[in-house]
């Protein structure tokens, strides 16, 4: 793959232009790689940032949490993340709307945005949550998720077809391309909705998972710069149903009930016990390093599971009467719980979850962050 030496050079000179941002640098100035994807961002020499939760809520605000005292810091209002589709429906569940930028500096956001107006991917800064540059996505394509690996942007959404059926797709923009090209995982030959996306850390596969009226599993696409020949030919997986993460060349996924480890080549899957009472498990978190997954549990013993992926072991922190979903993890130690109260049969009594902050090594019920039912969640670690 090209190296990211001044990406989208035709694509940034077309928003610089029209937004007045800055152009990009010469290879002397020495740009980070989030400056590159867009040189608009804040320069190097600032300050480590300190780790943070930036959330996305019902209401398109977006606001950068302190950790550990959950306080807001910088807010910023967009488009509201679960725009009406053409047909005025709304979608319900959560997508991976936020996705970080090489080195942590900065954000990527998917703005969705109501029909027939255009899906945006914005680049923002991760202190102050400004957005720097700005990608309208392809036309007619209603995006669910954002990913970046290596030296690419990934979305993924669907095309709809009408009588129900959607093609399932990703696009891509790449360095000096300009343009997004967009690829077709699944025709319309039914409802291929697309809950989820995610691309390897080595950037050599994505997954893209499936919620759909008649459909689930995910597919899983070798992409070009593999060195297996099988790019673009995806391979269905069918124990996957819920959101997935990467996990190096592989990638961690729910089935509905446990976690499992995909091969990002063979697709070969490897089963991890997470038990978690009276949740339909749909979400999970990984630490920084990858090593470890935190999944919610409701039941009589409300409480938030730490697996080591490695060695299996399981640990339990209690979360009072609240349960629901881990959606980041911060530091290996504070989670973003979107929880709520749980009835005394041992199930949430609202499926609507609003965000909470846990400590997993005091337990209890934690900080309530804000008022607005999450959307995304993305974990700002700590310096290195």
């Avoid at 030496?5 to 980070?32: F, K, M, N, Y």
């Avoid at 009588?163 to 039914?190: C, K, N």
């Avoid at 995610?198 to 950037?203: E, K, N």
């Avoid at 390093?289 to 399981?314: F, K, M, Q, W």
Wanted: proline fraction near 7%; hydrophobic fraction near 40%; glycine fraction near 12%.
């Amino acid at each position: 793959m090209l190296g990211w030496s001044c990406i989208l050079r035709a694509a940034v000179a077309v928003v610089a232009a029209a937004s007045g941002l800055a152009a990009c640098s010469s290879s002397e100035d020495g740009p980070t790689e989030a400056r590159a994807l867009c040189p608009a961002l804040a320069g190097d020499g600032d300050d480590p940032l300190q780790p943070a939760l930036v959330v996305l809520d019902d209401a398109g605000r977006l606001t950068r949490y302190g950790i550990p005292d959950g306080r807001p810091g910088a807010v910023r209002q967009f488009a509201d993340p679960q725009a009406p589709g053409p047909a005025g429906a709304r979608l319900e569940l959560m997508g991976r709307l936020l996705a970080p930028l090489p080195g942590d500096q900065g954000i990527v956001m998917l703005q969705r945005n109501a029909a027939p107006a255009r899906d945006v991917v914005l680049m923002l800064e991760a202190r102050t949550l400004r957005p720097r540059c700005r990608f309208p996505l392809p036309k007619g394509i209603r995006y669910r998720a954002v990913a970046t690996a290596q030296d690419r942007v990934f979305a993924f959404g669907n095309r709809a077809a009408g009588d129900g059926r959607t093609s399932a797709l990703y696009s891509l923009i790449e360095p000096g391309s300009g343009a997004w090209e967009t690829q077709v995982v699944r025709h319309r030959s039914q409802d291929w909705f697309v809950q989820w996306g995610v691309a390897s850390s080595d950037g050599h596969s994505a997954i893209l998972t499936y919620h759909g009226a008649d459909t689930t599993g995910a597919d899983l696409v070798r992409l070009e710069g593999s060195d297996d020949g099988m790019s673009g030919r995806p391979k269905y997986v069918g124990e996957v149903h819920g959101a997935a993460e990467p996990n190096g060349d592989a990638f961690i996924a729910t089935n509905g009930s446990d976690l499992i480890r995909l091969d990002g080549a063979m697709t070969a899957t490897e089963p991890f016990k997470v038990p978690a009472d009276g949740v339909h498990l749909m979400h999970f978190a990984l630490n920084a390093a990858g090593s470890a997954a935190y999944v919610s549990s409701c039941g009589n013993t409300p409480s938030v599971h730490r697996l080591d992926l490695e060695t299996r072991e399981l640990r339990r922190t209690r979360t009072g009467d609240y349960c629901g979903e881990v959606l980041g993890v911060v530091g290996d130690r504070y989670a973003a719980l979107g929880a709520a109260r749980v009835e005394p049969a041992g199930f949430p009594i609202s499926p609507t979850y609003r965000l909470r902050l846990v400590d997993v090594e005091q337990g209890g019920t934690g900080i309530a962050l804000g008022q607005g039912v999450v959307q995304a969640v993305l974990p700002i670690p700590a310096p290195r």
